[in-house]
Every structure is written in C-alpha cells, then in structure tokens.
C-alpha cells in the first residue's frame, strides 16, 4: 500500500482508509481486530471514525493498535436517538464531542478532527476559536472538513481555520465532489479523501445478479445502497466490468485505480472480513490513460 502526504503538511497516510461506520454492529470485536492486523500488516495506516460513532470507538479502545496510526474522527453531529439528530459547531459542542471520542478511544489526542457539516449560524470566529484551542492543548493535530462546498471550505480558511483535508463521497459512481470542492482543495494545496470509495460497496459488483442476502442492501442500509442501484450505475458498472476483464482483475480494483489516477489521496473502504481486507490491501492497479478516459466518459 503506498503513502503519500496530506495535501502540504507533513502527514504522511496510506492510500486506502478503513471505514468503521458498522464497527459495534455488524463487525464485532474480534473481526475488527482481524481486520485491521491486515490492512496495518499491508501498510494501511489511516482509520475513520463516523459521526457519532461512539460504538467504533468504543471497538477501537479494545484492540491492539500501534501507534503510528493515524486517527481520523468527525464532529459536528450528535445523535441522542436514532430519530433525534443535532448538527452544529459551537465551541461546547465540539469541545464536548472530542473529550468524548478521546474517553471512548484511549487515545490522548486524535489526528484529524473532521468537521461533519457547515454551521450556518454559530459564528465562525467561535468555530476556530475552539479548534485553536483543541490545537494548542495537543488534543487534536490537523483539521479537516466534510459536507462543505468549495465556497464553504474558502470561508473556513478565510476565518483562518487550518484546513489540511477535505472528506466527501468519490468514487466512478458519485463525481460531485469535483465540480467544485475538489478544485478548491487542488488550488489550496489540501488533500482529499474519498468517502466510500466503492461506491457503498456497489463497485465491488455484489449486486450484478442479486442482493446477497448479508450485504448491506439487504438490511438497515437497503435505502443507502439502492441509491446506486439505478439504471445509470449498471451502466457504469458494465464498463467497469469490462475494464476488470480485460485487465484480469477485479472491479473493485479498477474503482480504487480510478480514484488513485484522479488524485484522491486516500480512498475510505468498509472492510466487514479480513478476507475482504486482504484483498483490497493487494490493490495497486495503475489504468492506462485510454481506459482511465473512457472511465471518465461512462461516469
């Protein structure tokens, strides 16, 4: 698995990202830890924590994990019921969600406090005011930003917010991000990372004759998934199919290939088995430019 730097600052992570949104649901302890010996033993070294995700922290806190990882945890949303959800980012807010997270983790600071969405109302002067201060204290090192538009992280950096990253869904079956936050990102000199980077597993091709009955289209996630089990993503996946084909590997492989040739930095995967783990860690397709062109076509 290859490293690069985070945009301009001197943090260094893996290409590939693990996702843990069902750790403490579908993935319990013991197959967390399995998963993550194989994406660190491949060089894996980025993990994400989602909003409110009190339960994959709590996970983490009970595995073995070395030092060098490089935690990636959000904030910004809070979640007292499954029907009840709360954004913003007021300083007790985000003060109180970190302090959380680092309780819940054991660690003593994490590495990229994401902001989970854009507060139109706290000011933003009191928004970089406590990130200031979770900075000064050691508590978090780097800054980053999800849910924004390009005009969105330009605000947050003219309030002299720090920005080192910028989080949104990417992959061949959703190119949003690049009609505008991507060319912002690009012209600051800020990394980005691709959220779902299989497309919600769809660009794995488990759907291409029916929905097997552990995915997660079959479950609570069915809504989340279907959105990207529409006719244009099967013509999508037709050619990513016929890329993998013709280059002898699997689709999943030419969707991580796409987002490396795109420029992402890092690609967030939702591994649910270390076999599934293993063999996206053995990922290092390179696409030749006609096929990364006719890719950009189909998409």
Known sequence: MKHQRLGTTGL???DLGLGTFEWGHRVDVGAAQRILDVFIDAGGNLV???SSGVQAAAVLSRLSVPAEIVLCARVGVSMSETSHIEVGLGRS??????DRLLSATGREHIDVLVLDVFDEVVDKEETASALSTLLTLGKIRY?????HT??????MRHMSVPVAAVLAE???LNREAEHDLIPAADYAGIGFIAGAGLGRGVLSDKYVRSTPGDSR?????????????DDRCSRVMAGVRRAATALGVSSADIALAFNR??????????ARTEEQMAALARSDVALAPEIAEVLEQIS
């Open 12 to 14: 260094d992570v893996s």
């Open 48 to 50: 994400e924590l989602p």
């Open 93 to 98: 807010r985000i003060l109180d969600q970190v």
């Open 143 to 147: 800054i980053g930003l999800s849910h």
């Open 150 to 155: 390009g005009w969105q992280l330009s605000e």
């Open 170 to 172: 990417y992959s061949l």
């Open 217 to 229: 289209a079959a479950g609570e996630l069915a809504e989340y998934v279907g959105a990207y089990l």
């Open 261 to 270: 040739h795109r420029g992402v930095t890092s690609s967030l995967v939702s």
